[in-house]
């Protein structure tokens, strides 16, 4: 072999050597970018779940002071219609006395 195969040889050697130097440098620092753009991705999603937690749970208290907003609502018309029924009472008594004195 002549000194300049020779040389070649070396050349092509150190340009496969760097080649796959600049190469695995490459795939390392694409990996980092990638789980860094994974783990934002991640925490957005997390946190629009929080969010979506919160407002549900918002939602749960509304929904409890609505029912107890509706059971006294109950009550208070079933004391109404109790007291009105008593009304009646009282005035078909009174029209009745009217009626028997006339």
């Not at 070649?8 to 990996?31: D, E, H, L, M, P």
């Amino acid at each position: 072999m002549t000194d300049l195969g020779i040389l070649a040889t070396v050349i092509g050697a150190v340009g496969g050597v760097c080649a796959i130097v600049f190469g695995y440098t490459s795939y390392k620092r694409n990996q980092k970018a990638d789980d860094s753009k994974s783990g934002k991705e991640s925490g957005t999603l997390f946190t629009e779940i929080g969010y979506i937690k919160s407002g549900i749970d918002d939602i749960k208290r509304k929904q409890d002071k609505q029912d107890e907003r509706l059971l006294q609502i109950s009550e208070r018309l079933t004391a109404v219609e109790a007291s009105s029924k008593q009304a009646h009472k009282r005035l078909d008594r009174l029209e009745h006395q009217n009626n028997s004195g006339e």
